[in-house]
């Protein structure tokens, strides 16, 4: 429908648009960092490699070829530059700490911390130690924030009752407890004082069959068994054969309902899924030996499970979700070669463009790292110092570590900038790594807009219902089979029960259409799709565009001129006049000579609309015409692509006619409203890709009683600074607009507040809502406005199905799987014809309006109904599919704040 299609999720960089050869498997002549044909060295017996046969122990694709000159060749190693001191690495399936490479060894066999709040799991009899729990926290170690009560105190039920009554299943299984038991919370002394986590785990370890199972963070325990209130052990510290006093004092103890006891839930669980010899990558784990192959474009797509564990209503559920990992089989030293052989010259900026920004999985250690850098000066022959002062090469290092030879020497290294609260634990800073180790991980946008490699991973990435419902009962299956498990689950009086949840739900009544200026109304259809319908019935405000312009490469005129006079019929049979347009040729499509044409024609004239029909979505050429059109002279455009001229043709322009109409104050429907004076608000953010500490919050909101027309602002601001004040100041240019227009102030305000995090909702809840309410204080007097502020969440792992297959559009869900504390509620307002359908989360943190929940949830159903860029239901309503589709043309191709001489127009559908 958009002229630049439906978007991308937020924030995604655009990256660099040169065709790569990641797609050919034919061999490639060896480039300057080729290398050789050894391959690598499989791990000694006892080692801590992964034999050769595993999925991880295998290395993607070394060449045949003998390694080739570089000009990076040295014939002895250097001495690298100074850097900081190393902190230590963590072994096996930890998360490895490496600076300039690796960092150093601990010594005495034990693992290294990245955090207070990693929290390691031992049960008496057991292994206890870090590697078989993984990283060892909740969604691999996140800080937990606590929950915050967001239920209005006034709210009688959260249920609605409008609809047809059925049950539904969701990826949900019951945590069963066999008795209702507490925690018991204890502080951990060492005397002497002993600073290094690690060593404060391993010396507690010693007495495990005396203390039972328990959860130690390094100065907090928890247990389930009752302890005597002060507690002293006595152990021996390896490195210098201290006898260190342990002092266990009780702190108190936490009960069901308290953030931390759901914490220690979810710990578990992830030492489950570890004894499951699932891989962990990033925060989730994965089967390897269950990978699939997709050889034309040397990828493997890994299944993998994301579990959580919370208090919903009235039990604690566990909600496990299926989810995939596409793995490269192709090093970064392949792509290094590759920008080598495009550009001999310029192969650096080449690598650099491609590689920097780029998450990239280090099988010697099971990790993930961001490259943020590259360091030409250095490479494997160069030297770093390990703890004990000694200097050592990374090709020694890697070597003597991990068995793993390194055949290119003349490789420059990668380095990794570790996070604000990784270093805050105690991390150094840089991370170097060896390219020839790296495996580059996801999809360059190049392979985003292959269709036919989004075709074939789309065959296993879009699990049907059915077999979704299959995969997770294997999944149950194998948590309850495995004894190590059941051990597990048993030493803390814990069992997952072996059924999906269960849930009442109701469905909506199929949504009224209205066209024809509310004289025609239609059925939305029972898969919430109303094409059809408007290729025969007047638009439910019809526009006239007498003056407008065509831009075109010359080449393209008869192809244009037939589809512009489609375009004038379809837009006819929706009650609109397309007046003949003025058709300006161009001798060629580059970025400047559409500005510049653009320049001439509203210099001399003063076009309605502007229609730029392009050879190709270059992102260059489209931003040059949205800066010219949105900022610098401002007048709706559209941009159409060649390659649609004559494909579909009529269906296409149907289409572009709504857009074109939208974009000149029309609007194609509605839908039946409640007959009060409602504002509809919704709000987005989306960051910049070239400037990643900026961000775009865009607002829409309504103007009129039928939902139609839209004021819009966007405001840009920098990482850290806060947007509450700058939404309530739109939010009150949005209101003085609505009474010039309507004169007189909405009744009530419902707000759809997009892009919120888990970890912002306290901030929107004590910021940004405070400062509307003041901002509309100030605005209304003493008759306070009614009010609602909803955060919309689209990412979740929640699905529901309906005897086996995908609820219809309309269904609601407002119990079992919500939050006690939150008036929260799922709609699935969508059809799917591929796959299972993502509901859509509502949390409503603020509502004065008075309404019943039924109410709230059918107007929120309704708006899905009112995005005009789609004739039928979208997953989220209409004002944040509009602050959306703002955010993401400003943030990616303009910006710069639009000028607000369209502020109440469409322009960016």
């Not at 953030?259 to 990033?282: A, D, E, P, S, T």
């Not at 949205?626 to 296409?652: E, G, H, T, Y």
Request: one cysteine or more; glycine letters at 6%.
């Amino acid at each position: 429908m958009s002229d630049r299609g439906r978007g991308k999720p937020m924030g995604r960089a655009r990256g660099d648009r040169r065709q790569t050869q990641e797609g050919s498997s034919q061999h490639q002549t060896p480039g300057p960092y080729q290398q050789g044909s050894a391959g690598r060295q499989d791990a000694p017996p006892g080692g801590s490699q992964q034999p050769s046969t595993s999925a991880w122990g295998r290395r993607p694709g070394p060449s045949t070829q003998p390694p080739a000159q570089t000009p990076y060749s040295r014939t002895q190693p250097t001495q690298s530059k100074v850097y900081p001191a190393l902190k230590g690495v963590k072994q096996s399936t930890g998360r490895a700490i490496e600076r300039m490479g690796p960092r150093g060894d601990r010594g005495a066999g034990y693992v290294s911390e990245t955090g207070p709040e990693k929290m390691e799991v031992e049960r008496a009899g057991g292994s206890g130690d870090a590697a078989s729990l993984g990283r060892g926290a909740l969604r691999g170690g996140r800080v937990i924030t606590a929950e915050i009560h967001t239920r209005p105190p006034s709210l009688v039920t959260k249920k609605g009752t409008t609809g047809q009554a059925v049950n539904l299943q969701a990826n949900y299984f019951k945590l069963l407890a066999t008795t209702d038991w507490c925690l018991y919370q204890y502080r951990v002394d060492f005397a002497p004082e002993e600073d290094r986590t690690i060593v404060r785990k391993g010396l507690l370890r010693l007495h495990k069959e005396t203390v039972g199972a328990y959860v130690f963070d390094g100065t907090v325990l928890y247990t389930s068994r009752r302890l005597p209130d002060t507690m002293e052990l006595w152990s021996e510290r390896k490195s210098d054969e201290t006898k260190i006093q342990i002092t266990i004092r009780l702190v108190g103890d936490m009960v069901k309902g308290d953030q931390h006891y759901i914490q220690f839930f979810n710990i578990i669980m992830r030492k489950c899924l570890g004894l499951l010899n699932l891989q962990l990558v990033g925060r989730d784990y994965f089967d390897a030996r269950s990978k699939v192959e997709i050889r034309d474009y040397r990828l493997e797509l890994w299944p993998g499970y994301t579990t959580s564990i919370r208090q919903h209503e009235d039990h604690i559920l566990m909600c496990a979700e299926i989810t995939h990992k596409v793995m490269r089989q192709q090093t970064l030293l392949d792509i290094l070669n590759e920008c080598y052989q495009e550009n001999s010259r310029e192969y650096k900026k080449l690598f650099q463009e491609r590689v920097i920004g780029l998450v990239v999985l280090t099988d010697y250690n099971n990790n993930t790292y961001r490259v943020t850098d590259i360091d030409f000066d250095t490479n494997p022959s160069s030297t770093f110092q390990l703890r004990n002062g000694e200097s050592i090469s990374y090709r020694d290092y890697y070597k003597n570590k991990y068995q793993i030879k390194i055949h290119n020497d003349s490789q420059p290294m990668l380095v990794s900038r570790v996070k604000p609260r990784e270093r805050r634990a105690g991390q150094t800073e840089l991370v170097y790594l060896v390219p020839e180790l790296c495996r580059a991980t996801g999809l360059t946008d190049s392979m985003r807009e292959n269709f036919q490699l989004m075709r074939a991973l789309s065959e296993h990435t879009r699990v049907a219902p059915k077999s979704r419902i299959d995969k997770l009962m294997v999944f149950n299956r194998r948590l309850r089979s495995e004894n190590a498990i059941v051990q597990e689950l048993n030493d803390w009086n814990l069992k997952l029960d072996q059924q999906l949840v269960q849930i009442p739900s109701r469905i909506l009544p199929q949504e009224a259409i209205v066209l024809a200026g509310g004289s025609r109304k239609v059925s939305s259809g029972q898969f919430a799709d109303w094409t059809r319908e408007l290729h025969s019935k007047s638009m439910f405000n019809p526009v006239q565009l007498n003056n407008w312009v065509v831009i075109c490469v010359n080449r393209m005129r008869r192809d244009v001129e037939r589809f512009i006079s489609i375009l004038q019929e379809v837009a006819q049979g929706m009650g609109c006049r397309f007046a003949p347009p003025r058709i300006w040729d161009i001798n060629d499509d580059r970025s400047n000579t559409y500005s510049d044409v653009l320049e001439r024609i509203m210099s001399s004239s003063n076009p309605e609309l502007v229609y730029c029909v392009v050879s190709n979505n270059r992102a260059d050429r489209y931003s040059a015409i949205k800066k010219k059109c949105i900022i610098d002279r401002p007048v709706p455009s559209q941009v159409f692509l060649a390659k649609n001229l004559n494909k579909n043709a009529r269906s296409i322009a149907t289409k572009v006619a709504i857009q074109l109409a939208c974009k000149l104050g029309g609007s194609p429907w509605s839908v039946e409203l409640p007959p009060i004076k409602l504002m509809v608000v919704g709000f987005d953010v989306c960051h910049d890709p070239t400037d990643k500490s900026r961000d775009y919050g865009a607002m829409v909101a309504s103007l009129d009683t039928s939902l139609t027309r839209y004021f819009s602002a966007v405001s840009a601001h920098t990482s850290g600074e806060e947007l509450s004040n700058e939404f309530s100041v739109s939010l009150a240019k949005a209101l003085h607009c609505y009474r010039n227009l309507n004169k007189c102030l909405p009744s009530h305000i419902v707000i759809y507040r997009d892009g919120v995090g888990e970890g912002q909702v306290s901030h929107v809840f004590d910021h940004e809502v405070e400062q509307i309410k003041a901002k509309l204080k100030g605005i209304y007097g003493e008759a306070p406005v009614k009010m609602a502020f909803i955060i919309v969440t689209k990412r979740i792992n929640t699905r529901f199905f309906y005897n086996g297959n995908n609820p219809p559009p309309g269904t609601v869900v407002d119990d079992v799987v919500t939050n006690p504390m939150r008036y929260d509620f799922f709609i699935i307002s969508q059809s799917v014809r591929q796959g299972t359908v993502s509901p859509c989360a509502y949390n409503v943190i603020a509502d004065t309006t008075g309404w019943r929940a039924d109410q709230l949830q059918r107007i929120t159903y309704k708006l899905t109904h009112m995005y005009y860029n789609w004739s039928g239901t979208v997953k989220v309503p209409a004002p944040c599919q509009y602050a959306h589709k703002l955010a993401f043309l400003v943030s990616q191709f303009i910006r710069r704040p639009p000028s607000t001489q369209m502020q109440d127009l469409l322009y960016y559908l």
